[in-house]
């Protein structure tokens, strides 16, 4: 957890209660210098779950984010809604004096981006942008690679995402979010002009609609809350290919494909570096490098934990830590306005060009308000970049005993549908781990209180091993025989998965990789998810 010298606690409202609102407040709610003070969102069930992940019931809950930004014991706010209701809220804040974490994109059309940084930099407010890899321990041991050299002058870069589709109705229309590139791709470009040290010219794109298209589409995204959604109307690409030219003549590559299906190929990004030495990033969870003077291709030592403790995408924490400490110290964050919109632009210029099928020039989105003001922060816009974390020192652990062993496989399941990262060592894959666990869950009075209500059935899956299914009524849970339940989840495992999960491997790189598959309507158990951390908490010593 961080400190601030002075000691102060920062009182966080939290607007959109979505997957990345609630990431939020997790992040923020585990700070010693922060309190979430208030949440808003206009779904009543999403004000509830989010409420019940918050000891202090004093705190506002709202469905209007104007009563919220309005309070004065809200000190800033995070801003995780729709992105065409981003800079509404946003400038609404601003008048009401908050400090504002945004979540990127700032706005989908560039006129919106450009009045908001004008009034933004009018005020004294700290504006943080949620672009995560700018505070991740990988990407930042990249940058550090780049500054010190290790590549001379990187002067290619590539990306390559392919993945299933967006989770929800209001990204597939362009007027809302910007469109398929701006939304998923604004992260990539600004990883490219950090590693290239350098500002894009201009920009080719070809791209459009495959799959995703015509007046009713399947959705077709693994973290979707409907499985069954018809998408209606969809206008946005479904695919494309970008490529990117850089004052200094670096140039850079990007494709994009939304319609993949599970399993998927994953995020890759790289780079080359005129010196003949390479560098590689796969799926957020290994990075490589070699060639010319770093010699044989190696993994390079990366912590992909402490970054985020398992609340979020990687660097989920360290965003929040230093968005604190510039709340503090009144600093430029490291993501912000400035190097936000030089991304977007790009994006922008993607779009551009798919649509009119030519060259898009950066200058055609010039403004000279926003040049005089990336000229006035220059230095502090295109600093180096921050250390990585260094790799914690993990305690020597006791022997435990068998029974603490059976409980702990537990807690770890409980924590792979919670988002806790699991701690000790692997377990064999049997029906006794669950029914011994059970037992001892059913006898926790503070469990059963906390999670009366909840209904279901969990399936859990090994290879060459019955499946074990456990039957939730009323909060009690006990190991179901009865073939006619039918499961809402179904949590399927490796056999290096299932090791791998005790033994503290990263949720994240095991969703990833394959090892670890969740199926099912996990939502149902977010309201109950704060009894299920008690539990794993309590048990296994």
Known sequence: ???????????????????????????FERLENSRIAGICDKDAGARERAAALIEDKSIIVTDDYRKLCSSDEI????????????????????????????????????????????KAFSTDRIIQIGLVYRYSNLYRTMASMVERGDFGDVTMAYC??????????????????GGAILDKDCHHFDVFGWMIKSRAVKVYAMGGQHVVKGKKVKINCSYAPDQNYMIKNPDIVDHAF????????????????????????????????????HALAKKDVILTAG????????????????DNYGIGHIGADTQHVEFLQCLETRELPYANLLNSRESMVICMAAEKSIKEKREVLIKEFDNPKISKLIKEYHAKV??????????????????????????????????????????????PFDVSVFSQAVSKMNADSSFL????????????????SPKVIIAVKDGKLEISSDRAIKEEATVTFTAKGWENLQSGDSLYKLFLTGDI???????????????LFEIGKNIGG
């Open 1 to 27: 957890m961080s400190k601030t010298s002075t000691g102060k606690v920062f009182n966080i409202g939290i607007i959109g209660l979505g997957d990345n609102g609630t990431m939020h407040l997790n992040g």
């Open 75 to 118: 000190d800033a706010v995070c801003i995780s809604t729709p992105t065409f209701m981003h800079t509404k809220i946003a400038s609404f804040a601003l008048d009401k004096g908050k400090d504002i974490f945004l979540e990127k994109p700032i706005a989908p059309t560039l006129k919106e981006v450009d009045l908001f940084i004008e």
């Open 160 to 177: 390559k995402e392919y993945r299933d589709n967006f989770p929800t109705q209001w990204f597939f229309e362009t007027k809302k979010s």
């Open 242 to 277: 970008v490529l990117v030219e850089y004052e200094n003549n670096a140039r850079a590559n990007l494709g994009l494909c939304m319609y993949e299906v599970m399993p998927l190929e994953g995020l890759e990004i790289g780079i080359m570096g005129n010196n003949g030495a």
């Open 291 to 306: 060639g010319g003077p770093l010699g044989e291709i190696r993994e390079v030592p990366v912590d992909y934990y402490t």
């Open 382 to 427: 295109y600093r180096p970049a921050p250390q990585p974390l260094p790799a914690p020192v993990v305690k020597k652990q006791k022997k435990i005993s068998r029974e603490e062993e059976i409980l702990l496989a537990f807690r770890n399941l409980v924590r792979l549908l919670t988002g806790k990262r699991p701690l000790g060592e692997a377990t």
């Open 449 to 464: 209180k906390k999670a009366r209500g909840l209904n279901t059935a969990i399936a859990f899956c090994y290879p060459q």
């Open 517 to 531: 598959k969740v199926d099912g309507d996990i939502n149902k158990l977010k309201p109950y998810t704060e009894a």
